[in-house]
């Protein structure tokens, strides 16, 4: 029986930083691989100078997203399968995010917009306080229900068009998770936080491309949230508080 | 901040636009209808002159589209060129004066 060749993919992997180019590896292809098994084979058996990023592998960490053939995913849980181009594939790091070396992307700015956004919740109870409740059939808590699954893991900042037009919007995932918040009915800053998310560089600036929704790999549609703050602030303006 | 101001022009353009679609759509029709027996120009204008309606009508078009325009174009120019800030705002109110003398003056040539 004459040995049949071993199928191999062609992986052009971006190298170096912003001003870097791709480098073509020749990786064994295998039944259910992911790209993110690709990117770890290339490093481990090929090129240990390989920089990437990743930890849980099973989607929920959010740190292994990267460009795949042009489009943000993440990559731990895309097969190669669904992505490949003849047997080649693109692997590049986050779009919109300064790159600081391989395939591994600058989050700071990211993260940062999370605060700016006031993506955290301040209540008035201390330790010394019984647990406040939220009833889970309640409209808000209802409405929270998808925004909270987010990962964070950037895809949707890397998709939007809006951020590359005006670097300061702060982006699909912090006003998101503004959304979230602003559902929460313990916690006592929505007034700073609405006007956090209002204006040119919040919610307003929102395009309803719908990248953001399209690629999400959790499914999410931050365009949603999106649009419910742009309600919540419309409303805020109608009634002099914001 | 331009926090409260970008929220009341998003509402503003919210507001227009969604009269601008009705005004549009009666525009269009008005036109398809009235070239099918080929009306000419002094027809038309003799049914549009002293006509309040149309008046009216070509009056809140105007004054739609001088509200929605300068704020889509306050995004567009902000994005594309990165022109934001006090100069934009203003420029973008003489666009909106503009339009609205422009448009009133087309107007009042047909009602007149």
New interface residues.
Partial sequence: MSQAEEPSLSVAVWRGDETGGFETFEVPRQANQTVLDVVTLIQRSLDPTLSYRYACRVGMCGSCAMTVNGKARWTCRTHVDKVIKGNRLEIAPLENLPIIKDLTCDMTVFFEKMVKAKGYFRGERTREDDFETVKPNSAPRISADEAIECIGCGVCYASCD?IN??PDYLGPAALNRAWSLAQDERDNIQGERL?AV???A?C??CHTHMSCTERCPKQLSPTRSIAGL?RL??A???KGA? | ????L??????WQRISGAFLGLFVLVHLMTIIHAIQGGLSASEILGRTQGNVAWLMFYGSFVLASAVHAPIGMR?VL???LGW?GRSLDWAMAAFAVALIVLGARATWGVYA
């Fill in positions: 809006v037009w005006n006007a209002a204006g040119d919040g307003h600036a742009k602030t419309a805020a303006v109608v914001l | 901040m331009n926090i409260g970008v929220t009341r022009l998003w509402i995004n902000g994005e594309m934001r």
